[in-house]
């Protein structure tokens, strides 16, 4: 029954693609009048005025150049032509790099809020202000800090993804039933071990939820702070690619950047899944 | 009672009220237990049975007097002193056997892993729970979780035994079962068991003592009642006992009536908080022979 209703899904999903495609494929596949004019005159006016072609690029064109990324993904001719699959390392690295900090930062810092009331209500008013920052906004402060565009992005992931971890973090900790603390207490459980085996493994499906939120804003963020700073990265690609006037680039980045999201999204899923515990 | 192996002596509680002020929960309350007794606590919800439990086990402590074990004042929690929780606490992300060998490794944190095990082992074996050591407690039911929560707190070889409504939560005959094993596996060890209860019938068939406690707030321990029933007693016919009924009746006159009425008691009878009067039901009830042909019934009537 269960894969009944899969395959029903599948089938569904591959129509509505379709129907998309075919939409998109019609809306773009021109309809102006050809107008008779001097052949020199066309190509300096280009195919759209000339011939009634869509400005926007049809589905073909995507899935060609697509085809063509696929192909060779890591090629680097200078600066401004590199490879999609180069510029995606670059993002994935920063995200990584600034996640991973955030990670070292947030959890034992959210340990330590969630364990101790007058920490939490120490540190609550920063977290208040911080947190609703836009993370974008820290980015003329840290260039002008660290004086590295590429640092700068890494930073402003940390501080984008340190807050869902931290709050969550800080709240499964505190909220840890209070029957299995006292089953620790009964035991004569010290502190390190109480975190490690009764608090950790309590809180870590909480804790997970956090870093999948944070993973998500960190991949949004990425792709607006390498706009900014430029250099490398698929951000970068995106408005390169928008200055080339290069459409149907552009659309292909939209849609890898949403693959990779969709990826890294997965893999935190499949990790929360397994610290999960039924009660 | 010259040994006392647990000395409760004069402790209070008492919490800030939301309203401003204190509640008091008891105060200067005496109970003293011999080694190898079974005691069982009655009263009314909120009466501070779980206070006292929780006191006894250093999870709470009391705002006036000291509780004193095997001749030492307590300080906090105690591998010495094992709790079976009403809701189990049972860890879910560890199974049956990670949550006994949890619990054994706090006791000894010397012992390797096989050590560990066979400890276990020996005590999953005990609640009837072989077979069962890989399962996580959202597979088990109701009782077999109960029975794990037992294994836990034996297989730290404790020399008391705190169980807080232990079978409250389980349908009848799983709690049946559960009583005798429980009845079985202190009568073997010679545990010294603390419990906490609602269950009138619980309370004669495991307890030596049961201590009738009255309604809080300002809960005192209005009376002893000693079981007549023997030592050896069986679930089939420990109801069938001549006195049965006569402590069945005096517990339940008590709940029914005299735990709110007992405070106007006290006054009249020079009650001393110290020396909490003994009551030994030993007369048959005399409702209960109905020598004149009347219906008991018609006593309840006759009380309304």
């Keep these: 029954m269960k894969h009944y209703l899969a395959l029903r899904a599948a089938v569904l999903s591959l129509f509505l693609f379709a129907v998309f495609v075919s939409a998109w494929h019609l809306a773009t596949s021109g309809s102006g009048t050809i107008a008779q004019m001097d052949p020199e005159y066309a190509k300096l006016i280009g195919a759209t005025a000339s011939q009634g072609k869509s400005a926007m690029p049809g589905p073909l064109d995507v899935g060609a150049k697509i085809w063509e990324h696929l192909r060779n993904p890591f090629y680097d001719r200078g600066s401004n032509d590199k490879g999609v699959g180069i510029q995606l390392a670059y993002s994935i690295a920063r995200v990584l790099i600034g996640y991973g900090i955030a990670v070292l930062v947030a959890i034992p810092i959210g340990f330590l809020i969630g364990m101790s009331p007058l920490m939490s209500k120490a540190l609550d008013p920063f977290i208040q202000v911080m947190k609703p920052i836009s993370p974008l906004a820290w980015m003329p402060l840290a260039l002008y800090t660290i004086k590295d565009s590429s640092l700068s992005s890494i930073f402003v992931i940390f501080i984008c993804s340190l807050w869902p971890m931290l709050i969550n973090t800080a709240f499964g900790v505190a909220a840890v039933r209070k029957e299995w603390l006292n089953v620790a207490r009964t035991l004569e459980v010290g502190t390190i071990r109480r975190a490690f085996t009764i608090i950790l493994p309590a809180a870590a499906p909480t804790i997970l939820t956090g870093m999948r939120i944070s993973i998500g804003i960190a991949w949004l963020v990425i792709v607006a702070a390498e706009m900014l700073v430029g250099g490398t990265g698929i951000g970068y690609f995106v408005w390169n690619e928008w200055n080339n006037l290069s459409i149907t680039n552009v659309i292909t980045a939209i849609l890898v950047i949403g693959v990779v999201g969709m990826v890294l999204d997965q893999m935190l899923a499949r990790l929360t899944r397994l610290v999960t515990f039924p009660e | ?304």
């Design chain 2, 1 to 304: 009672m010259t040994d006392k192996f647990i000395s409760i002596e004069g402790i209070t509680r008492r919490f800030p009220a939301p309203s401003g002020g204190t509640t008091t929960v008891f105060e200067d309350l005496w109970l003293s237990m011999s080694r190898g007794e079974f005691v069982c606590i009655i009263g009314h919800s909120g009466c501070g049975k779980t206070t006292v439990l929780n006191i006894l086990a250093g999870l709470d402590a009391p705002s006036e007097g000291t509780v004193i074990v095997d001749n030492q004042s307590i300080e906090g929690p105690s591998l010495d002193r094992a709790v079976i929780f009403q809701s189990h606490a049972l860890l879910p992300w560890r199974s049956v056997m990670g949550n006994v060998a949890y619990a054994v490794s706090s006791r000894w944190r010397r012992y390797t892993q096989r050590q560990i095990h066979a400890q276990a082992q020996k005590f999953i074996d005990l609640v009837g729970l072989t077979g069962a050591e890989h399962k996580r407690p959202a597979e088990l039911s109701g009782g077999m979780k109960q029975r794990v929560g037992i294994a836990r707190a034996l297989s730290i070889e404790p020399k008391i035994m705190l169980m807080d409504e232990p079978f409250s939560a389980l349908d009848a005959l799983t709690r049946g079962t559960l009583q005798d094993e429980v009845r079985r596996i202190c009568l073997e060890t010679g545990q010294t068991v603390f419990m906490i209860t609602h269950d009138v019938d619980e309370a004669i068939y495991l307890a030596d003592r049961v201590v009738l406690m009255t309604n809080g707030p300002d809960a005192v321990l209005a009376e002893m009642v000693v079981n007549p029933l023997p030592k050896e007693r069986k679930r089939s016919d420990f109801h069938k006992h001549p006195l049965y009924y006569g402590v069945r009746n005096h517990i339940i006159d008590f709940l029914v009536s005299r735990s709110k009425s007992f405070a106007g008691e006290m006054k009249s009878s020079g009650y001393d908080r110290r020396q909490v009067p003994v009551v030994r039901p030993g007369a048959i009830e005399p409702a209960m022979v109905s020598s004149n042909g009347e219906p008991p019934q018609s006593r309840l009537a006759a009380a309304r």
